[in-house]
């Protein structure tokens, strides 16, 4: 699973606009309970150059997401995506565009609040708690009006809105990282026109009005009003989000290994093979080996035997192996998670190599051997192929039959499901061997994704994950494609629905596949 979500722990509006009677400014008033969150500029209202703003404030808590990726959760920096979300909120007044929004870092702490009032600003602070346009919290003033923010690099970020109706998804990585890592103290984010759209004004005239921040170069146009859902809205997956998303899939070459080819890439040439180290049924690391690429001797290290499928052990000398580097007789392993590792190798044909075995061993390179005095901890089966040259370009595109073979009812909101996807085409013809087997093999889609649905309005709550990031990209190994998923990201007493969508090479695009999977999430 490579897709988590953390919702907002405090937001507010906070706004130098005047109130109704056009004479107050509302700079005093606070919106800290609302269910929405206002973005707005307004030139010229009262007088021929006054300026009116609105600007959110938005607090996450990275207690979290620092416990997710202390338990390995979540990967490491430089594994991972941090994506701040916020929902499109629909409304009757006018809704500006094509204009650009800031995420900025805030940089001094504020409280919530419990006001309400976006309309007439009657909600005042009068030095409670909560923030407003002055007052970040009980007994402190912001370091200027409008608050307190970073605008350099890693602490700013821009996003365009064409028509103003968009939901907002903007990749706040770096700036997520610094809170993690206590380079920047997290006081959340706020977002506000930026400068050349928010209402110009002049050194002038904020000298005589204390809510006006001069923009001498800002918007002479009015930019009134983009509304989002605050946290405290009913709407289970409109809620302000940061999601953390990598791809955490698993791509085991175990069962398609082939061997090199001159007209392959090279890329294509590597086989990614895995070693799953389970333990009393669980997946264990294996004892002084590194999971960090630190002390050469702490490596796990890989050589391949030959064989024949006749013979049940390897036999023979290691076979020489092409990694990037010169030929070898082994090749170092990498920790891919708790207890399983990989390593890439490839192979050119021979007439003898039939069937290849795997060894993972520790110790000395000069003592490997099938039967050698190194500390070995899996022996596996390899079945290499030649690219297959015949029949040429097919003009179908393939259509699968698809099936979750371990799908259920019903699941807990709390609840973490492994789910396994059989796959096979459907014109596919069985052999002989094939009727007499019950077990007919799945297919391995190499590149897979899903998405799901909520059925009571066809909302995709979580979109199919083919971006950079590949975060609902599905693993594969010998049995077929299976993804992990957490139940929680589900609003609970829904039914939903799975959906996939697999990548055509030849087509280069993904092509959704027809079949639906429903189930539904209740608590416990």
Request: proline residues 3%; aromatic residues 12%.
């Amino acid at each position: 699973m490579g897709l988590l979500r953390y919702t907002a722990s405090a937001d507010n509006t906070i706004v130098s606009a005047y109130e109704p009677n056009l004479t107050t400014r509302g700079s005093g008033a606070n919106c800290g309970a609302s269910d929405i969150l206002e973005v707005f500029s307004i030139y010229g209202r009262i007088s021929s150059a006054s300026q009116e703003l609105s600007r959110a404030l938005i607090k996450f808590p990275t207690t979290g997401i620092t416990a997710d990726r202390t338990a390995g959760t979540i990967p490491a920096s430089g594994s991972v995506s941090f994506y701040l979300k916020l929902f499109n909120a629909q409304h009757s007044a006018t809704t500006p565009i094509e204009y650009k929004l800031n995420v900025a870092a805030v940089t001094e702490d504020w409280e919530e609040g419990i006001g309400l009032d976006l309309v007439a600003y009657k909600d005042l602070n009068k030095g409670q708690i909560g923030s407003d346009w002055i007052q970040r919290k009980k007994g402190s003033t912001w370091g200027m009006p409008g608050g307190s923010y970073r605008e350099d690099s890693d602490y700013l970020y821009t996003t365009h809105l064409s028509n103003g109706l968009e939901n907002i998804e903007v990749n706040i990585t770096p700036l997520v990282e610094r809170w993690l890592a206590g380079t920047q103290t997290n006081y959340g984010v706020n977002v506000r026109l930026s400068a050349s759209y928010e209402a110009s004004a002049s050194e002038t005239y904020a000298g005589i009005d204390s809510s006006v921040i001069t923009n001498s170069a800002g918007a002479r146009d009015s930019y009134y009003t983009k509304r989002f859902f605050a946290r405290g809205t009913q709407y289970f997956f409109k809620r302000p989000a940061i999601e953390a998303r990598w791809d955490s899939s698993i791509k085991d070459d175990r069962a398609n290994v082939y061997f090199s080819s001159s007209r392959a890439p090279a890329n294509d040439n590597l086989n990614k093979i895995y070693f799953y180290n389970m333990i009393r049924g669980r997946l264990v690391d294996l004892p002084g080996i590194s999971n960090e690429y630190g002390n050469a001797s702490s490596y796990i290290k890989v050589s391949l035997f030959s064989g024949s499928s006749d013979n049940s052990a390897p036999s023979g000398s290691a076979i020489f192996l092409h990694n990037k580097t010169a030929p070898a007789l082994t090749v170092t392993g990498g920790w891919v998670s708790t207890g399983i590792y990989s390593c890439s190798v490839c192979f050119t044909a021979s007439e003898d190599l039939d069937t290849l075995y795997d060894v993972w061993f520790s110790g000395s390179n000069s003592t490997i051997s099938a039967t050698g005095s190194s500390k070995q901890y899996f022996t596996g089966t390899l079945t290499p192929e030649n690219f297959n040259t015949a029949g040429g370009v097919t003009s179908t595109e393939p259509t699968y039959y698809i099936n979750i073979t371990n799908l259920k009812n019903g699941y807990s909101n709390k609840e973490k499901a492994r789910l396994n996807l059989y796959v096979r085409e459907k014109n596919w013809s069985p052999t002989i061997y094939n009727v007499a087997n019950n077990d007919i093999e799945s297919v391995g889609i190499r590149s897979a994704s899903y998405g799901v649905h909520r059925l009571i309005d066809d909302q995709r709550v979580i979109p199919f994950g083919t971006g950079s990031d590949l975060h609902t990209v599905l693993s594969y190994n010998v049995s077929g494609n299976y993804f992990d998923f957490d139940m929680s990201l589900l609003e609970k007493g829904y039914s939903y629905a799975f959906k996939f969508s697999f990548y055509d090479d030849r087509l280069n695009s993904w092509v959704e596949q027809d079949k639906t999977f429903k189930f539904r999430v209740e608590e416990n």
